[in-house]
């Protein structure tokens, strides 16, 4: 289950479930130190990640990096040491939809294409969501 929320709301929103605010929302992973918070997006119908949201109780999320192999670099090893406080929420034909606090259970690699469609290794963590 997600909880629908319009764009004006969405800062109020992620600052009331995440006890922090967040300046900007640009990219797919967002890591506020002070608060040892991340807060992962999902852009539904995104050919060069290969996220899954089916089960939102344990979701496959694509780490940074549209070009290229990912690595455990920046934003990515940001996620992984932390590894808990991780929320995440979808951009979608409707909006926006909040799915929670969750934690990295796993972690693996695959090949997937990217943006500029030449194949490429990306890294899946395996998120189990401990709150809605």
């Known amino acids: ?22 300046i900007t929302i640009n990219g797919g992973i ?6 040892n ?3 992962l997006k999902s852009v539904k119908g995104t050919d060069y990640y290969h996220d899954n949201l089916s089960n939102p109780n344990l979701v496959h999320y694509t780490l940074s990096g549209q070009i290229g192999d990912q690595t455990e670099t920046k934003r990515n090893k ?4 932390l590894g808990t406080n991780i929320y995440l929420f979808e951009q979608n034909i409707r909006g926006y939809e909040w799915y929670g ?9 695959t090949r997937h294409i990217g943006r500029d469609k030449n ?9 189990r969501r401990i709150e809605e």
Do not use: C, Q
């Open 1 to 22: 289950m997600s909880t629908h929320v319009e764009w004006k709301k969405m800062n109020d929103f992620i600052e009331t479930k995440t006890g922090v605010r967040f």
């Open 30 to 35: 967002d890591y506020h130190k002070n608060g």
């Open 37 to 39: 918070v991340a807060l």
């Open 78 to 81: 940001s996620v992984l040491r």
């Open 101 to 109: 606090k969750y934690i990295i259970v796993d972690k693996y690699v």
């Open 119 to 127: 194949m490429r290794n990306i890294i899946i963590v395996i998120l």
